[in-house]
């Protein structure tokens, strides 16, 4: 079965840094890769999904993740973030032949001013 | 379009008893699916209804049950609670036929306590 490792419980940074957020993951088959934003007492948001084609993937809010099969990675990056981006993501999987859906533990972005 | 509701927002039971939570999809939507997420944890997959049926199914044990109604609504029913089944419980809804991978929304989740 599939799993996912994020590699950071907590990333501490600065307004207008940039940011990386790392997400392993492993699995035998195909997989689709998502990340989700979950802001305090909501539920999880779509921020972006790599299904095929491009490793290269943009999202919402000025996100971007790039697939890495051989690293077996989809690291997440914003280039400048703003102190509305304090959340947790999660990075998750699901393998294309099932529809179980695997969540890393989440990592907890703080951005200070 | 109200997107994914779930009601209720927040519910304290004791040890022992037994609860049900509950979900609207978003309109049009007709597969739904239950997370589990425990303080600090990722969200741990239930099951999947579809087609009023549970099409799969997580590592939980049998005191987590579930239905879906002909309007594709859904109840999750926990069974004899636990202390370790204090959590946020999300409800995850998505279109079936919408292409190499129906993508899920989810709704805020139901806050349970349990003492």
């Known amino acids: 079965a599939q799993s996912v490792t994020q590699l950071d419980s907590q990333v501490p940074v600065f307004e207008e840094a940039p940011v990386e957020l790392r997400c392993n993951y492993s699995?035998?088959?195909?997989?689709?890769l998502f990340w989700y934003v979950q802001y305090p007492n909501q539920g999880l948001q779509l921020l972006l999904k790599?299904?095929?084609?491009?490793?290269l993937v943009k999202g919402i809010n000025g996100f971007e993740a790039e697939f890495n099969k051989s690293q077996t990675s989809f690291h997440l990056r914003k280039p400048s973030v703003h102190i509305s981006d304090t959340a947790e993501y999660f990075c998750?999987?699901?393998?294309?032949?099932?529809?179980?859906?695997?969540f890393g533990a989440g990592t907890r972005l703080t951005v200070k001013p | 379009d109200a997107g994914v509701t779930q009601s209720p927002t927040h519910l304290i039971k004791t040890r022992g008893q037994q609860v049900t939570l509950r979900c609207s999809p978003k309109?049009?939507?007709?597969?739904v699916s239950w997370y589990q997420q425990a303080l600090g944890q990722g969200p741990q997959f239930i099951f999947q209804?579809?087609?009023?049926?549970?099409?799969q199914r997580g590592n939980f044990p049998d005191r987590f049950s579930g239905h879906q109604f002909p309007n594709y609504s859904s109840e999750l029913n926990v069974n004899a609670l636990l202390l370790g089944d204090s959590a946020l419980y999300l409800c995850?809804?998505?279109?079936?036929?919408?292409?190499?991978?129906?993508?899920?929304?989810f709704g805020p989740g139901t806050r349970l306590t349990v003492l």
């Open positions: 995850a809804s998505s279109l079936e036929l919408a292409g190499p991978y129906n993508e899920q929304f």
């Open positions: 790599y299904l095929s084609g491009s490793t």
């Open positions: 699995s035998s088959v195909s997989v689709y």
């Open positions: 309109s049009g939507h007709d597969t």
């Open positions: 998750a999987v699901s393998e294309s032949n099932n529809n179980d859906m695997r």
């Open positions: 209804y579809y087609e009023e049926e549970e099409r």
